[in-house]
């Protein structure tokens, strides 16, 4: 292991510690870190000069004006440290993913008493919102990468301030406890084990009239919508026909895990695909992973349940 990489071990360690994952925080002395900003420096350097150029000259003025700056940024130092501490930061929630794609994470963040913040930065996941004073809680909402599937815990929220003269910046890194569960990224496979419940013995669903998929062509009958004429085949001179729809009933599918090929992780993708498409075609379905089991069921909140199930599979 190379010193930078020991270094960071030893760093991230040292949060873990310190600022352990919490569902909700208030910043206290515990949790906020106070230096001097790039300004900063350069602010402590002009007073170190006049410093020496009081001292060389014997001028009592030059001394005077750096022991006013040096005065000015004690005080700021309150000033800095105290427009960051009282916050409440509180992980409200975060959506359901896909790996490769970003979660809808969002933030609740309140001022402690009549105190009011001012220029309050935060950074995550490379993003960066500031918000010029928060007087009231206020909900924030960052868009976090998922790469991988399963429980995701986001990296560390930074929160920054360089209020009221940019010369201090006090900060400090929040990991939230709250999880957002990501389902496999849907890859499509060979899907076996159909089951029909129709009473029939084919693999074709029964279908009844409905507005799905066209069935046949039918002839005229007196009263019928005229929005289902054919009217290709009448200006062709085949007669007045009109267009039969049909909706597939009765069907349900077995997504099994036992079923599908290849490696852990892309079984679980080939089940996220028949899961969606099964959901588009408004089929029935129940998954099966191993001893567990997602109950027969339709529609986008089987769907909801169905991807959940295959985000938190071991």
């Known amino acids: 292991m190379t010193a930078q990489g020991w270094l960071k071990k030893k760093t991230q360690a040292w ?22 900003s790039k300004e900063g420096g350069l602010f402590v350097l002009m007073m170190a000069a006049i410093f020496v150029a009081g001292v060389n000259y014997a001028n009592n003025l030059i001394l005077g004006l750096c022991f006013f ?5 004690i005080i700021v130092v309150h000033h800095t440290f105290n427009n960051l501490s009282g916050l409440l930061l509180e992980a409200v929630d975060a959506s359901d993913s896909e790996a490769g794609t970003v979660t809808n994470y969002r933030i609740r963040i309140t001022p402690h008493g009549r105190h009011v913040p001012h220029q309050i930065q935060l950074e995550w996941d490379g993003q960066t ?14 868009q976090l990468a998922t790469p991988t ?12 301030t360089v209020y009221p003269l940019g010369i201090l910046r006090a900060w400090t890194y929040i990991r939230f406890s709250e999880p957002a569960w990501v389902s496999p990224k849907p890859i499509e496979g060979l899907l076996q084990g159909q089951r029909v419940i129709s009473g029939e013995d084919d693999d074709a669903a029964r279908r009844v009239a409905g507005q799905d998929e066209f069935d046949e062509l039918r002839p005229f009958i007196e009263g019928e919508s005229l929005a289902r004429v054919s009217w290709g085949h009448l200006a062709r001179g085949q007669g007045v026909l009109t267009k039969r729809f049909s909706d597939a009933v009765g069907r349900e599918q077995l997504l099994d895990y036992d079923a599908m090929s290849g490696g852990h992780e892309l079984r679980l993708s080939q089940l996220a695909y028949w899961v969606k498409r099964l959901t588009e075609e408004h089929v029935a379905f129940e998954l099966k992973v191993r001893d567990q089991a997602v109950p027969l069921g339709s529609g986008f909140g089987h769907q909801t349940a169905a991807l959940r199930f295959l985000a938190e599979v071991e």
């Open 129 to 142: 919102r500031v918000i010029d004073q928060i007087d009231r809680p206020t909900l924030v909402a960052f």
């Open 149 to 160: 599937r399963g429980r995701f815990l986001p990296p560390r929220l930074g929160v920054s």
């Open 15 to 36: 949060q873990n510690r310190r600022l352990p994952p919490v569902k909700q925080i208030r910043l206290t002395q515990r949790q906020v870190f106070i230096f001097l």
């Open 69 to 73: 700056l040096g005065s000015v940024l």
